[in-house]
């Protein structure tokens, strides 16, 4: 998985790397999620990629190996984590990402592409490297629907957060004003819901990206 040759741009059918960081300040180095995708489009406005069913993925566990969503929220971000292999459930899912906006856009859709909902996953501007692209969640997101209706999602975990020491005040009120720019965008109906991306599939010669063994390595990071 590297770069194209002489370009900064990834061109379509390459595999990279998707992957978020750890939140508290002595996991901002470390990997805890880490999904192989392929490139679909990658221009100075977008990069979108595509996550295959079935594709083998690295994901947070509690160090018992318990969910992390089964934990109860009181405990969800202190209890000790590790991390596992598991292999992405259902659908596929497409990716889309504007260099300076602080979230990334995800299409769902049910069996026999029936199109679901888009999802407004909040996080840190993306960072590339050769191998991909790195990023840092941050908890709160939206869900828009066909119907142009949409919903504020996790707003318990972004709270929780703040209140573990996840967040800092100055941070949060950050994440919620560009929730908040997502949701001017959602009512006027801009990119990338007016783009028709709902209609896409993926070419049927791509083959599902392997997940390689360094995975969670420290690159040297380019610009976004």
Known sequence: MTATAGTQRWAPGEQILWRYRGNAPDQRAQVHICRPVTVVQDTDDLLAVWMAPGTECVKPVLADGTQVHDEPLATRYTAPRTTVRARWFGTGVLKLARPADPWSVWLFWDRGWE??????????????WSGGIDSEDHFLDISVYPDRSWLWRDEDEF??????????????????????????????????????????????????????????????????
């Open 115 to 128: 199109f679901r909902s888009w999802y407004v996953n909040l996080e840190e501007p993306r960072i590339r």
């Open 159 to 224: 709270a929780q957060a703040q209140r573990v020491g996840l967040m800092d005040a100055a941070r949060a009120k950050r994440v919620r004003r560009a929730g908040q720019d997502a949701v001017a965008q959602i009512r006027a109906w801009g990119a990338p819901f007016s783009d028709g991306w709902e209609n896409w599939r993926p070419d049927p010669r791509w083959s599902v990206p392997e997940l390689p063994a360094d995975w969670d390595r420290t690159p040297a990071h380019t610009a976004p």
